[in-house]
């Protein structure tokens, strides 16, 4: 099968590859190194075991959907994009299953979704006057989705799950940047590490 540290160091290389492919503006290099580098943190997830309980199976759902929706980013078309969201959305309620099932507290999870929730608010604020009217809906859903996620992690009380799902979180707020706000290479440049860093995290806790 290999190692997860193999499987890490793919990824890692693959996401500089991609970084670079960014900012050259190679949709060829995109659609070519993408893939790779999100097959990596899935295959990591496997390599630690994740089959073998029912917290690794759901989140090796999860970073499956992740994959999945990083394919379906690749294209600059809307309806792809929205096709994207819902797979990361998807990906999220797996990880919140994941994370539930593992375990909550849900007293310090529900201080964390208030947190989040009041986040989320500015977030929106800040957002959504910026996107299309056909993607409103998705991208509110989908700023609902991610807070509940990251609140559940929080709630599980284990650093690696709390960390990775915070990552994941500040990583969105580059796509969304990118997408809907100021587009720029620089939104890579720091969203592209921490979103790879944080699902190689998750992926890290799939056989704990």
Not at 92 to 104: E, L, Q
Not at 179 to 208: D, H, I, K, S
């Amino acid at each position: 099968m290999g190692s997860p540290g193999a499987f890490s160091l793919i990824t890692g290389l693959a996401t500089l590859a991609l970084l670079l492919a960014e900012w050259r503006d190679s949709q060829v290099g995109r659609a070519a190194i993408k893939p790779l580098a999100s097959a990596g943190f899935v295959a990591a997830a496997l390599a630690q075991g994740a089959m073998a309980s029912s917290y690794g199976q759901a989140l090796l759902a999860a970073l499956v959907f992740s994959w999945l929706g990083d394919v379906l980013l690749i294209p600059r078309s809307r309806r792809v994009f929205r096709a994207g969201i819902l797979a990361f959305l998807l990906g999220h309620i797996a990880f919140v299953a994941a994370f539930v099932g593992r375990g909550v507290d849900l007293r310090v999870a529900g201080a964390a979704l208030a947190a989040a929730l009041l986040a989320a608010t500015v977030v929106g604020r800040w957002l959504l006057p910026r996107v299309p009217p056909e993607l409103k809906l998705a991208v509110l859903a989908y700023i609902a989705v991610i807070s509940i996620m990251v609140a559940s992690a929080l709630g599980t009380g284990r650093a690696p799950i709390a960390l990775g799902a915070v990552a994941f979180y500040l990583s969105d707020l580059c796509v969304a940047r990118d997408r809907f706000v100021a587009p720029g290479f620089v939104n890579r440049v720091w969203g592209l590490p921490l979103y790879y860093g944080a699902q190689l995290v998750l992926a890290a806790t799939a056989g704990a």
